[in-house]
């Protein structure tokens, strides 16, 4: 065992080095090779490694009408991704506020227009009621 | 699982496409939510979840990262989402964590085999997998998307919303906890 480097100091590093492998060289490395104890505990974290690594593959079955329920939503799954995605597009953004802005536009005018013609037939009412009075 | 010819369908809109994509992974996605919130229910609503943001996202998938990869941090996404909509969110991250250290008995009710059973490649899932339910959540959300499902520490923390240094903090508590509870529960 290697007098510079003490189980001790060995032990914590275990679980990351466990992950990585081993480097080339080292006093880490050279404990390991010496001390069949840390050498051991480094190879139980690398089998829980292992086992974690494959448990990717290990499937939960869900329940059985799942998938079917699932596949039904697709449709609309898929449409609030396209209504998602296009209002998120900007070019779809520029041309809903121009055509919101030449609604508001085309409204004001409709409506300036309607006044300004509701007066002139008022005011047109009224010139028609006066002459019929002075007759 | 995903070929890159049956997303360049997806992206292009093709509904059996988008139904194959779902056959091929819903049991991965399902599983992976349903390891991470704890209950059949809400890993369902979790798998319908990711599929709506499947479909959103498919789009500005490049493919510079793997698709598993990518589906994999959506369901971990999604599944922290649905924590923090029930409300449990910080409730299960601010979980005590005794660092013991020591024996594996006692994290959980489960009947761990004892022994050198992993050494011997008498691969014990049940086993791993009680070990795993029986870690708090602050932990065994580390371990599951690092080490099961490859997550990088640092897109776990900004799932997690931590920094790089305390996922890596847990994920050393985790897995010595682990290596406890598989081969030192005769301690």
């Avoid at chain 1, 990717?56 to 209504?83: D, I, K, N, T």
């Avoid at chain 2, 698709?67 to 996404?77: D, Q, S």
Wanted: proline share 4%.
């Amino acid at each position: 065992v290697s007098p510079a480097v003490t189980c001790d100091d060995v032990l914590p590093l275990l679980p990351e080095l466990a992950e990585g492998g081993l480097r080339t060289a080292g006093p880490i490395e050279a404990h390991l090779e010496s001390c069949a104890s840390c050498s051991a505990e480094l190879g139980r974290y690398r089998a829980v490694l292992q086992e974690l690594g494959a448990l990717s593959q290990v499937v939960v079955e869900p329940s059985a009408q799942f998938l079917a329920g699932l596949l039904a939503q697709m449709p609309e799954a898929r449409r609030r991704a396209f209504l998602y995605r296009m209002a998120a597009d900007e070019r779809v953004q520029h041309a809903a506020l121009s055509l919101g802005g030449a609604i508001v536009g085309a409204t004001a005018i409709g409506l300036l227009w309607w006044r300004v013609t509701r007066r002139s037939l008022l005011t047109g009412g009224v010139a028609v009621q006066e002459a019929g009075d002075s007759a | 699982m995903v070929s890159p010819e049956l997303l360049a369908a997806c992206r292009q809109g093709d509904p059996d496409a988008f139904e194959e994509v779902v056959r091929r992974t819903y049991r991965h996605v399902y599983t992976q939510a349903l390891r991470l919130v704890g209950d059949r229910h809400e890993a369902e609503d979790v798998t319908q979840d990711v599929y709506l943001r499947v479909f959103r996202g498919l789009s500005g998938f490049r493919g510079e990262s793997q698709f598993e990869t990518w589906l994999y941090r959506i369901v971990a996404n999604a599944a922290i989402n649905q924590l923090k909509r029930r409300g449990r969110f910080g409730q299960l991250m601010a979980e005590p964590e005794p660092d013991r250290g020591g024996t594996g008995v006692g994290a959980g009710n489960f009947d761990l085999p004892s022994g050198e059973i992993l050494d011997e490649q008498a691969a014990d899932r049940d086993a791993l997998t009680a070990a795993l339910e029986s870690l708090p959540f602050s932990l065994r959300s580390v371990v599951i998307l690092k080490d099961v499902y490859g997550l990088s520490c640092q897109e776990i923390g900004e799932e997690l919303g931590t920094t790089e240094g305390a996922v890596k903090v847990r994920l050393h508590r985790a897995r010595r906890r682990l290596k406890d509870l598989l081969f030192d529960s005769e301690g």
